[in-house]
């Protein structure tokens, strides 16, 4: 049924499964998440979500796969500045902090090791083009275009929900932010810009 136009009404069911269980496993991870809980929360039932997702395995692909895409198309690199987009990634973080859970449920239960994601499934190689241009143009320094892109998430990554030393919340005073983001842009500059 993922495949076929969905009326209005199974757009909206779909919708409230796929929010509710972005919370679920955001909150309990893949093997702590359960089904009952998400399709009370999303007023549905489970046949509706299996026909939908197949499996509860599906059901994290849908969303852990949609909220890759989102970030990439919500906080777009710029390989010229990516000071400012680390300070981009970090506002995202704040304003979805269950992005960030989903890919760190994803990296504890599925891939310890390695990339996050099959090579299938990366969407990151038009960020490492944009790095490896920066590069050649001077503006970034020489490297592995993957090693820097990783760097400058982790760096963007310093107070994030899955911080080991402290984890950052929307709620916090704007200059406790505005501090941060200064930091976090010379950093970044500092580390990886020319």
């Known amino acids: 049924m993922a495949d076929q136009p969905l009326t209005s009404r199974g757009a909206a069911t779909r919708g409230r499964i796929l929010d509710a269980a972005t919370k679920e496993f955001a909150a309990h991870g893949i093997a702590g998440a359960r089904i009952e809980r998400i399709v009370v929360a999303a007023r549905t039932n489970k046949a509706q979500l299996y026909a939908y997702f197949g499996s509860k395995e599906g059901l994290f692909d849908a969303i852990f796969f949609g909220s890759l895409e989102r970030i990439t198309n919500v906080v777009p690199i710029d390989a010229t500045d990516l000071a400012g987009w680390a300070v981009r990634l970090y506002d995202e973080y704040l304003r979805r902090p269950d992005l960030i859970r989903l890919a760190t449920w994803a990296r504890l239960e599925r891939r310890p090791s390695g990339h996050l994601v099959a090579d299938t499934a ?45 984890a950052a919340t929307a709620d ?23």
């Open 172 to 194: 916090e005073p704007s200059d406790v932010h505005e501090r941060r983001r200064a930091l976090l842009r010379e950093s970044v500059r500092r580390a990886v810009m020319t």
């Open 122 to 166: 990366r969407l990151d190689r038009h960020k490492l083009r944009a790095i490896a241009e920066a590069q050649e143009a001077g503006v970034v320094r020489p490297g592995d275009p993957f090693d820097v892109m990783a760097l400058v998430i982790a760096m963007s990554m310093t107070w994030s929900p899955v911080s080991n030393v402290y």
